[in-house]
């Protein structure tokens, strides 16, 4: 009876041993992953919403997020000049570069644009308004393909990648909306536009 007494306790304290070292190895697993706090830019956020979605083109996934700018529509004067930053600061070189008007068809402005070299404000094709414009390239910032589309008298761009991370790709709009690539707010988050809980 003794040694199955005995063969008990030690099987016990084998558990509660267990049961020790279990937890103790949790709490120390959460110490180490706790997140550390990313250092957010002081003001708020240009982008009230972005949703994303994924879709199939060529057998390859890609990634679309629509971005609602927290601001008024702008123009295609701003359009424009918004594809000309990006060209210089982060497109390794325009690959594509459409522009559209309603129940036209898109007109792929690339080849003629890289032949001429002359930036896209001074590109003589951009000089007639239209309803989208949209540039793609290598993105030196994201090390993969992007297009960026700009609606006219909208408050709403649209990117495509093949990177489904909406933090990465948030941090990378708001350093597209404020043009500071190459400066220490590149890819920082910005506070979150406050909701307004009075519209239903």
């Not at 084998?14 to 990313?38: D, M, N, S, W």
């Not at 982008?47 to 083109?57: G, V």
Request: aromatic share 12%; net charge negative; proline share 4%.
């Amino acid at each position: 009876m003794k040694p199955l007494i005995s063969i008990l306790f030690f099987v016990l304290a084998c558990f509660l041993y267990c049961g020790v070292y279990i937890i103790y190895r949790r709490q120390q697993a959460k110490r180490k992953v706790a997140p550390t706090e990313e250092p957010m830019l002081d003001d708020i956020s240009y982008i009230r919403e972005m949703k994303q979605q994924a879709f199939y083109w060529e057998h390859v996934m890609w990634q679309q997020y629509d971005i609602l700018l927290a601001a008024r529509p702008y123009w295609w004067e701003a359009m424009v000049d918004w594809a000309a930053y990006m060209d210089t600061a982060d497109i390794e070189s325009i690959e594509s570069l459409v522009v559209s008007a309603p129940g036209e068809e898109d007109i792929e402005l690339a080849q003629e644009y890289n032949q001429n070299k002359v930036g896209l404000k001074n590109f003589d094709r951009l000089a007639e308004e239209k309803g989208s414009l949209s540039i793609a390239g290598h993105s030196r910032t994201l090390d993969d393909d992007v297009r960026i589309m700009w609606y006219n008298q909208t408050n709403v761009m649209r990117l495509f990648t093949h990177i489904d991370d909406e933090t990465l790709i948030t941090k990378y709009v708001e350093t597209v909306i404020r043009r500071t690539f190459g400066t220490p707010d590149a890819m920082k988050l910005a506070k979150p536009v406050l909701q307004d809980t009075t519209q239903s």
